[in-house]
């Protein structure tokens, strides 16, 4: 009964270190190795006690199994390679734990040895929030969204960033601004305009004049806001449901196409960044300097002697699309698209990590299916390689040529 218990587990351990690890993938789609960090130095750690120091090579083969599944896993999910580091530091933990239990209950100082480089490992690979940056420059933004304030609510209690707000602080200096026509702009290199109000033609005149003037803007511009509000249809507070920047847009050689898509849709742009927007549309461009990306969902352009990037959704920084834990919006892993990163980057700047995503559920149920089905090939090859139990004799038997003394030769 304990050997058979003990094939079971053989058969099936890369198969748990790979499922102790799906709950934080499903949790935002993130592909992160990382992932299994807990599972791979619990599970092989308690994996190789059980086994012992005799079954030390098959310990280690495990281990190794197991990351293998892992990678797979990842490389099938998110239609890449994974990262390397990732790969390795998973390797490497998977190694020392597997080892380190194996060792345990015979050499407890090696083993205890190989533990703390495996539980150091683990600490070492956690994520690192996104850190305020030393420079930051200024960030002018205009918009009737709520990212400075709580809809619905009044006085101090109404004071609150939008968590992509509080993530753009971390990397600029971010002042609303109430009208294009204040004269803070003019000291500003950098502007978000995300679904303002309705603008007279010498704002949107004096944007025009900024932009050429040198200026970096990126502009949200969505012909069917779905932003959530608890205010009422016709209230003045809301955002506007529709884009009203088209006179600005038509200066610029750009037209906001009506809405094909109502509902919730991931782009993948050409760098392997996701972008998560609802009832988006796309720009028809008609100036030879502008050019689309992820099917005109975005378009670059350059006017005069500044740039603009714009987007044709601005329900993509709800925090509802990009932020799977609202507890944690400094944490890259607690992301469910790389909505803030791209932000940064159009602006400018850049935060930590390069992140993975799974490509659809297809693809993440074909690559947990050939992850268990390689982990369980791998692990009974190992088992018929290195699972040579010595056989049991009951005390009394004879065995013939034990404990017989050799004869002498006269």
Not at 241 to 265: A, I, K, N
Not at 279 to 303: M, P
Request: with cysteine; hydrophobic share 50%; net charge positive.
């Amino acid at each position: 009964m304990i050997a058979a218990g003990r094939g079971l587990l053989i058969l099936c351990l890369p198969g748990l270190v790979l499922l102790g690890g799906l709950p934080a993938l499903l949790r935002g789609g993130q592909v992160d190795m990382m992932y299994w960090m807990t599972s791979a130095l619990l599970l092989l750690a308690g994996a190789g006690w059980a086994m012992g120091r005799a079954r030390l090579t098959l310990s280690l083969w495990l281990g190794m199994g197991a990351v293998g599944a892992v990678a797979l896993l990842c490389a099938l999910a998110a239609g890449r390679q994974p990262a390397q580091l990732p790969m390795l530091l998973l390797l490497i933990l998977a190694c020392a734990a597997s080892a380190g239990g194996a060792l345990l209950r015979w050499r407890w100082p090696v083993a205890l040895g190989l533990l703390v480089v495996a539980g150091s490992v683990w600490f070492a690979a956690r994520t690192e929030p996104a850190r305020q940056a030393r420079d930051r420059p200024a960030l002018a933004v205009i918009t009737a969204l709520p990212l400075f304030w709580r809809e619905g609510e009044q006085g101090l209690a109404a004071r609150s960033d939008a968590p992509i707000l509080t993530l753009l602080r971390r990397r600029f200096d971010v002042h609303p601004l109430d009208s294009a026509l204040s004269p803070d702009l003019g000291r500003m290199s950098l502007l978000l305009i995300a679904q303002p109000r309705g603008m007279a033609a010498a704002e949107l005149a004096a944007i025009d004049h900024w932009v050429r003037r040198g200026g970096q803007a990126l502009i949200l511009a969505d012909p069917l806001l779905r932003w959530p509000s608890p205010l009422p249809l016709g209230d003045r507070r809301r955002a506007p449901p529709v884009s009203l920047l088209g006179p600005l847009l038509d200066h610029w050689g750009l037209r906001l196409l009506p809405v094909e898509q109502m509902g919730e849709r991931r782009h993948f742009l050409p760098d392997g960044s996701l972008l998560t927007s609802m009832g988006a549309s796309r720009f028809d461009i008609r100036s030879a300097s502008c050019r689309g990306e992820a099917s005109g969902l975005i378009a670059r352009c350059r006017i005069g002697s500044g740039t603009a990037v714009l987007v044709a959704d601005a329900d993509m920084i709800d925090d509802r699309l990009w932020l799977a834990d609202p507890d944690r919006p400094f944490a890259p892993d607690a992301w469910s698209a790389d909505t803030p990163a791209l932000v940064a980057q159009w602006l400018g700047r850049s935060l930590p990590g390069e992140r993975q995503w799974v490509r659809s559920n297809e693809d993440l149920v074909k690559g947990v299916r050939w992850a268990i089905l390689a982990g369980m090939i791998w692990a009974g090859l190992g088992w018929a390689l290195f699972w040579r139990g010595k056989r049991r004799i009951p005390p009394g038997t004879y065995v013939a040529g034990r404990n017989e003394k050799p004869s002498k030769r006269d």
